[in-house]
C-alpha cells in the first residue's frame, strides 16, 4: 500500500514538473463570482476578474467589482467573454455587462437590465456584437459593443413554470452557452431548463438547440435533450461543437461532450452521437458542477481548461486541463485563493 502511494506520488510529481512540453503561449482569463456568506471556512472576497498561467501558475487579480464594504454578498458574475478585436472583457456581473480592457482596467457598465429579477445567464462577443441570455424572462437578447441598441433575438422561453404561484413565474427555459456560426447561418444556445417538479430529480430537460440567424425565427431544431444543465457552448474550428453538461444537483451527471451537427436540417435530437470527453462516472477531479471551458485551438497546442466550482456551503474552484478529445485529463489548480470559484474562462493569446 505505502510503495504504491509512493509510485503513485512521484509519478504525479514527476507530470508536475514535466508538464506538457508544448506550453500554451497565452493566459487563462477567470471571472470569479466571490465568496460570500456561504463561505466559512474560507475568508470572503469581492466578485473579481483574474489571470492565470495556462499551467496554473501566477495568479493575479486584475479587478474587482461591488463595494468593498459588502463581503457578505458579492454582486456575483455569470459569464466571460473575450472581443478579439478591440481585445477587451465582458463580464457578466450582478451590476450589468461590465467592460475592461485586457489587463482588467477601466471598468464601464455599459448595459444592465431593467428589472432586478432578469439576470444575464450567458454572454459572447461576436463581431460587432454582444449577445447574452436572460434569466426568468429566457429572450436571447443582442446589443451594440457599447450596450446600445439592444433589441431582442429570440423567444427561448418555452412557456413558464408555474409551480411558485401566479406572482411568480418564470421562463421554463433560458439559455446557458451561445454560440454563432456565420459562416453557415445558425445561433447556437444551451437550453437550461426550470424543472417544474424539482423533487422528482429527474433527468431535466434540458437540450441543445440552433436556429438560422434570423430575429424571432421559429425553425428551430434540437439536436441534444435530456441533459442536466447545459451550459458554456463554444464551436471549434467553426464546426464542433463542444458543450458542458454542467450538473446540478449533488451527485447529478456532469460532462463536456462534443459533436459535429451537419448544416442540413437535424431530423431527430441523438441523430448526431455526441462524443463524452470529460465524465464525472469516470473521473474524481470533477467532483463539481462544470461552469465553463476555454480551448487553444492553435495546431500542434490543442487544450481545453475545465473550470468548476461546488455549490456547497464551502467553496470550491478548480481548474483541469485535458486535450481537445478528452486524454491527458489533469489538474492545473484548485487554490481558491488563487483562482477564486470561476463561473466563466477564457484562453486568450
Ligand atoms: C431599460 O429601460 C430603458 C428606458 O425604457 C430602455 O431604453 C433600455 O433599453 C432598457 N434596457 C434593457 C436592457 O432592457
Ligand atoms: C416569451 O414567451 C413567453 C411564453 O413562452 C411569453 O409568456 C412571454 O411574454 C414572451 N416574451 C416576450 C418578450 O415576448
Ligand atoms: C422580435 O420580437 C420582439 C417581440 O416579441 C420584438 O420586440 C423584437 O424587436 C423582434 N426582434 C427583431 C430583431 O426584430
Ligand atoms: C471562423 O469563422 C470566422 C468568421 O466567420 C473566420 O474569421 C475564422 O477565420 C474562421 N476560423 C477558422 C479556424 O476557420
Ligand atoms: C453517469 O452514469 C449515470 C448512471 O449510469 C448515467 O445516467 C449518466 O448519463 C452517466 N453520465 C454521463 C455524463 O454520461
Ligand atoms: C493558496 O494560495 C495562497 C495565495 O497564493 C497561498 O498563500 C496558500 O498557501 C495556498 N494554499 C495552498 C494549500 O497551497
Redesign the pocket.
Known amino acids: 500500500m505505502r510503495l504504491s502511494t509512493n509510485l503513485l506520488l512521484a509519478s504525479l510529481s514527476f507530470s508536475l514538473a514535466h508538464p506538457n512540453k508544448r506550453v500554451s503561449q497565452g493566459s487563462l482569463y477567470i471571472a470569479d463570482e466571490g465568496v460570500g456568506h456561504r463561505s466559512n471556512p474560507v475568508p470572503r472576497w469581492r466578485t473579481s476578474f483574474r489571470r492565470l498561467n495556462p499551467d496554473g501558475t501566477n495568479p493575479t487579480t486584475l479587478q474587482q467589482f461591488g463595494a468593498p464594504d459588502q463581503l457578505e454578498s458579492p454582486v456575483g458574475a455569470y459569464a466571460l467573454s473575450f472581443d478579439p478585436l478591440a481585445r477587451q472583457f465582458y463580464l457578466a456581473t450582478g451590476q450589468g455587462i461590465v467592460r475592461t480592457e485586457l489587463d482588467g482596467s477601466n471598468p464601464v457598465t455599459i448595459l444592465k437590465e431593467n428589472s432586478t429579477s432578469v439576470w444575464i445567464t450567458s454572454l459572447i462577443v461576436h463581431g460587432e456584437k454582444l449577445w447574452y441570455g436572460t434569466g426568468h424572462e429566457g429572450l436571447l437578447k443582442r446589443a451594440n459593443l457599447d450596450g446600445s441598441g439592444m433589441?431582442?433575438?429570440?423567444?427561448v422561453s418555452q412557456g413558464l413554470v408555474n409551480r411558485y404561484g401566479a406572482s411568480y413565474t418564470p421562463s421554463y427555459s433560458h439559455a446557458d452557452g451561445i454560440a454563432i456560426d456565420d459562416e453557415k447561418g445558425f445561433i447556437y444556445w444551451s437550453a437550461y431548463s426550470n424543472p417544474q417538479d424539482f423533487s422528482a430529480h429527474l433527468p431535466h430537460g434540458g437540450s441543445i438547440r440552433r436556429a438560422p440567424l434570423t430575429?424571432?425565427t421559429t425553425e428551430i431544431e434540437i439536436l441534444a435533450q435530456d441533459i442536466w444543465s447545459p451550459g458554456q457552448l463554444r464551436l471549434v474550428r467553426n464546426s464542433t461543437l463542444y458543450w458542458a453538461e454542467a450538473g446540478q444537483y449533488t451527485n447529478s451527471p456532469r460532462a463536456l461532450k462534443r459533436a459535429y451537427f451537419p448544416p442540413t436540417k437535424i431530423l431527430q435530437p441523438g441523430d448526431a452521437e455526441p462524443e463524452t470527453l470529460l465524465d464525472s462516472n469516470t473521473t474524481d477531479l470533477l467532483p463539481y458542477k462544470i461552469t465553463s471551458f476555454a480551448i487553444d485551438e492553435k495546431e500542434g497546442e490543442e487544450k481545453v481548461w475545465v473550470v468548476a466550482n461546488s455549490d456547497a456551503a464551502i467553496m470550491y474552484g478548480r481548474v483541469l486541463e485535458m486535450g481537445l478529445d478528452g486524454s491527458g485529463l489533469r489538474l492545473v489548480n484548485d487554490n481558491v485563493t488563487q483562482i477564486g470559484v470561476p463561473v466563466g474562462v477564457e484562453y486568450v493569446l
Open positions: 433589441e431582442i433575438f429570440l423567444n430575429p424571432n
